[in-house]
């Protein structure tokens, strides 16, 4: 369970003057829940995520991780940034594994197991390339294989399909449900693609800006395993409309989220 | 007039890159060889004030040996105070970065070192710690090291927030951010200040010797030109060059074979 008790965030910029990112909000996250981020640009949804991967204290409130509160990085957390940020100097089988040489986790298996996810997302055959030889969408599955790869409890992935076509990216968020529903872990997943937030999540948090607040919380009743044959189905496009009303104001549509 | 286009190349004319590279600076070099060879004869300049090129040849040569131990005795020192320059300046590159307190006692220091003049203070060395290896080494030390100092100071601090970050993700302690993070990624910058504190290096060794030595290329320039034989003196000089020009090689090479990643020939920063 993750729970976000009163949570608000705000930023000190350059010259001195605040940002508030995020309003005060309460929320939770149920064990094993796929929860989908939407939003516009700036709301405050990586501040989130960097809240909850304990990278960022919050100005006030609490955040807490089945029980305990988080102040730094937790060992069972993982983050997707939402920049691939692999290290330049290092191959793409060294970035995988890095953390958990960092963490001493890294056991002979470790290497096995780096070679099936990249394989998984297509990357076989890339693992001694350098992050430079490698596309952007590449470079973000490298780092998506990096947080799968510690076996997180908590995934949290901002924005991880940004990069990728229309294609690569229905087929990654079909293989990230599967890994998912093989081990289960909590996911906060932000995107700006409506449907693609309907396909994947339990519930769909929409927030809306300055400052960051939740606008509502959507439940997704579509029964699992999800495929992209339900986009036709009403539910979903009630949810999707509903999702962008939220977003646009009633009924309407606006260029910027898809 | 398709013609006139197609009759274009052959009219400038366009050396294949090897000529250009390698045998036009070859040329160009042996002209202006030949050019002081003849100005000197042709004017008959006196050999102490500036020896011909054949002169400086001759009179080098005919000393045998004793050359290649000055030189040897000047890589020596050049090479101690090189590595002395890298272990003292890669832990106070670190210690400025990772913590204020450190930096603001260190900083000004180091800017004092670098307003003394060093070659006024060789002598001063040499009367306390004797004509010996180690006040050489130290004054090398002292010409070479503050560049690699601040270069790697600024490959450490210039570590993209996002790698710190993903580092903190992982839990990584302070030593691993520093092991693993920052200091991977100011390899290019370390490299841009080694490839400057090595030629400093040489400078530092041969300010040394001029003052406290009984070897080494500085000390032979020194005797030489005491005795008006200009010709070995510029023999010694010319043999510095080459040596800060192969030691600066060496460090590239080294950069190239075991930093493959790392190019601080395109973002030299000091
Ligand atoms: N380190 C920081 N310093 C100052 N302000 C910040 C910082 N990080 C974020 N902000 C501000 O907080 C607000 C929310 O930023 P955040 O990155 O969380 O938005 P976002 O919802 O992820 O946007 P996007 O969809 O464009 O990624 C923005 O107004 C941003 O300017
Ligand atoms: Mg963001």
Redesign the interface.
Known sequence: MIVLDGVAKTFRANDGSAVPALAKLSLSFRPGEFVALVGPSGCGKSTMLRLVAGLIPPTAGDISIEGSRVTEARSDTAMVFQAPTLLPWADVLTNVVFPLRIMGRYTPESEDKARELLALVGLAGFEKKSPRELSGGMQQRAAICRALLIEPRVLLMDEPFGALDALTREEMSLELLRIWSARPMTVLFVTHSISEAVLLADRVVVMSPRPGRIAEIIDVPLPRPRSFEQEGLHEFQDCAQRIRSLIFGNGGRRSGIA | MAADVAELPEQGFTLPPWVREIVVPIVAFMLLVAAWEAMVHGFSVPEFILPAPSAIWTETTKIGWPVFYHTLATLRTTLLGFVASILISLPLAVAITASPLLSAAIYPLLVITQSVPKVALAPVLIIGLGANELPRVIVTFLVAFFPLVVSTTAGLLATPP??I????????SRF?EMA??RF??A?PFVFGGLKVAIALSVVGAVVAEFVGADQGLGYLIQTSTAFFRTSVAYGAVIILGILGIVLFQVVELIERIF?P??NSHEKMVV
């Open positions: 996002e790698l970050e993903l580092g903190r993700s992982c839990r990584a691993q693993r993070i991977p990624f390899i930093f990643w790392s």
